[in-house]
């Protein structure tokens, strides 16, 4: 069974290399609209795939990092990169491009890592993140699913090859947050209470 939860945020981005002279010579913003496909093969004891309250927290958070930020590629030209962090509170340095492709196996690897490093707590065995779907305009999305992710010829995601300025990671609920997910430290669901035996 699938479950989609739907996230948005508005991001200013140059996205190099591209065919248009509008999207690889000039900052430019969308509003994003993120659709997060969920799965597994039982449900949890409250009969749910993943209660959507439990994406409140740690996923929301790193995807709510885009909004009103400036994402950048790390490869970018140095001194565009340097403007972005002197001119703007918010930014997000990418190992890839910032365009509605990355973005989606962007924020898979993100949501897949957080899952991954979660203690369940209330019967949920085997949730896994099914697809990540972004829609930079309303008349286009890109869709990642796993193998894309894993796809190093896409670009290699790690967890150590993203930073986020000091602002966002304020705004964050944990601000280690980031620092857990890379040295693997686990994250705790709230221990829900069981009113109902079956």
Request: charged residues 20%.
């Amino acid at each position: 069974m699938r479950i989609r939860k739907l996230f948005k945020f508005e991001n200013a981005h140059i996205v190099r290399n591209c065919s248009s002279d509008r999207c690889k010579y000039s900052i430019h913003g969308h509003s994003y609209q993120v659709e997060l496909i969920l799965q597994a093969d039982r449900l949890d004891h409250g009969q749910m795939v993943y209660d959507f309250g439990l994406l409140k927290s740690h996923i929301k958070d790193i995807i709510d990092s885009f909004d009103h930020a400036i994402t950048f590629w790390n490869k970018d030209n140095p001194d565009y990169i340097t403007a972005c962090k002197q001119f703007s509170s918010r930014w997000v340095s990418l190992p890839v491009s910032p365009s509605a492709e990355q973005f989606s196996r962007v924020i898979f690897f993100w949501a897949d890592a957080i899952l991954k490093q979660t203690q369940m707590q209330n019967g949920e065995s085997d949730v896994s993140v099914y697809s990540v779907i972004v829609h930079e305009t309303a008349t286009g999305y890109a869709q990642c699913f796993r193998q894309d992710v894993e796809n190093a010829q896409m670009g290699v995601l790690a967890l150590t090859n993203f930073e986020f300025s000091e602002q966002i990671k304020a705004e964050w609920q944990d601000g280690q947050m980031y620092d857990k997910l890379i040295s693997g430290e686990k994250f705790y669901n709230p221990v829900a209470v069981q009113q109902v035996q079956v």
